[in-house]
């Protein structure tokens, strides 16, 4: 175990680096993988030979395994460990080991994205990679705003390997019985007045929370907030709900639901 066992995070995911070595020299070529291989040196400034990942979901497990044959290429005397936790026993086997001195800990840590705000109460468990993304040009590269989501009193602690896009899949052939020209419609606002067309008794274009916990509404209003520019938290750290994006989030959703375009939640 290193003595800076801090991490680096990746996040959609949340990614943390425990133990992380100063910088190599600012003229050191930068190489695939460069920075697990860091994380793992010990107090002598030697790599050591194993690096540990936990990944909370199947797929990110055969992603990284991708990742690591590639990594193999260039660092071939380095085993890398993947490890697939269920996502409760991974946060809080980390939680855990973070407040204890570090013990344990893996040199990576994948964590969805929404868990990443219950790991930096107080002394945040991750190592700052602004230098590491100043050295190989990687700032210009990524969204800021997906950035911002890790970035904590100026210092980001996490890169999201997962951004999605988010789109809006429909039945071509109904639209088209319907006579609603798709490629037409360009603001919210023509597409709800065409898609009253297809509304009818218990008949929808967006589907409500079935089991009272408001779980659809509330993504449908992250997605529409964003969409304006907006977001749950502002910039500056304030709740972002009284903000004008906020608003035009929740009139659209109210919008919908009078129209009938979304159902109603059930209790």
Not at 8 to 35: K, M, R
Not at 195 to 221: M, V
Not at 252 to 267: F, P
Request: with cysteine; hydrophobic share 35%; net charge negative.
């Amino acid at each position: 175990m290193q003595k800076n066992w801090k991490a680096f995070g990746i996040f959609a995911v949340a990614c943390s680096l425990l133990g992380c070595t100063p910088l190599p020299d600012e003229g050191a070529p930068a190489q695939g993988g460069g920075q697990a291989e860091q994380a793992k040196a010990d107090s002598s400034g030697k790599a050591g030979n194993k690096l540990t990942l936990w990944v909370f979901a199947e797929p990110h497990k055969r992603f990284y395994e991708e990742v690591k044959k590639e990594f193999a290429k260039t660092k071939p005397d380095v085993e890398v460990e993947i490890n697939l936790m269920e996502t409760k026993s991974e946060m809080d086997k980390y939680a855990i080991i973070s407040k204890s001195g570090g013990e344990g800990a893996p040199d990576l840590l994948d964590i969805e994205q929404g868990q990443f705000p219950l790991l930096i109460r107080g002394d945040v468990p991750f190592e700052p990679l602004d230098d590491y993304l100043k050295r190989d040009n990687l700032n210009d590269v990524m969204s800021k705003g997906r950035q911002a989501l890790y970035t904590v009193n100026g210092k980001q602690y996490g890169i999201e390997h997962a951004a999605t896009v988010s789109a809006l899949y429909y039945r071509k052939d109904l639209f088209d019985q319907a006579g609603i020209k798709v490629e037409e419609l360009k603001t919210w606002d023509q597409f709800t007045e065409q898609a009253k067309k297809l509304t009818g008794k218990n008949k929808y274009i967006f589907p409500a929370a079935s089991n009272g916990t408001g779980e659809n509404d509330r993504t449908y209003f992250e997605l529409l907030i964003k969409q304006e520019g907006g977001d749950i938290v502002t910039t500056s750290g304030e709740v972002g709900l009284r903000t004008p994006e906020a608003l035009t989030a929740l009139k659209r959703t109210y919008d919908w639901k009078n129209s009938g375009i979304m159902g109603l939640s059930q209790k």
